[in-house]
C-alpha cells in the first residue's frame, strides 16, 4: 500500500504560480511512475503531468511551458511548479502513484487538493 497526501494548492490570481507537494508513505519501493491530474467541476479528471522513476516527463498540451513536475526521490515526493497560471487552470489536483507487484499495476490516489486561479 502507498499512501499520497497533497498541499500547496490555494487561490491566486490569473498569471500567478503555485507549487504542489505530495508526500508518498508506505511501499514506496514499488512505485514506478508518478504524476498529477486535474479535475474541475463537471468534467472528467484529465492527467496533467507523469514522471517515470528515471525522471522522463510527460505534459498535456494545455499545460506544456507553464508547468514543470519534478521528483525527489530521497524523499518520497513529487512537485508541480505552476507557473502563468489560468482560471482554466481551476480544479481540484490528485496526485498518483503507480505501483508494480508481482507484474501487477497498482494506481494509488491523494485526497485532492483545490487550485483556483480567479481572472
Known amino acids: 500500500q502507498v499512501q499520497l497526501v497533497e498541499s500547496g494548492g490555494g487561490l491566486v490570481q490569473a498569471g500567478g504560480s503555485l507549487r504542489l507537494s505530495c508526500a508518498a508513505s508506505?511501499?514506496?519501493?514499488?512505485?514506478?511512475?508518478m504524476g498529477w491530474y486535474r479535475q474541475a467541476p463537471g468534467k472528467e479528471r484529465e492527467l496533467v503531468a507523469t514522471i517515470t522513476s528515471g525522471s522522463s516527463t510527460g505534459y498535456t498540451d494545455s499545460v506544456k511551458g507553464r508547468f514543470t513536475i519534478s521528483r525527489d526521490n530521497a524523499k518520497n515526493a513529487v512537485y508541480l511548479q505552476m507557473n502563468s497560471l489560468k482560471p482554466e487552470d481551476t480544479a481540484v489536483y490528485y496526485c498518483?502513484?503507480?505501483?508494480?507487484?508481482?507484474?501487477?499495476?497498482?494506481?494509488?490516489w491523494g485526497q485532492g487538493t483545490q487550485v483556483t486561479v480567479s481572472s
Open positions: 498518483n502513484a503507480v505501483s508494480t507487484i508481482s507484474l501487477r499495476p497498482y494506481a494509488y
Open positions: 508506505g511501499s514506496t519501493g514499488s512505485i514506478t511512475g
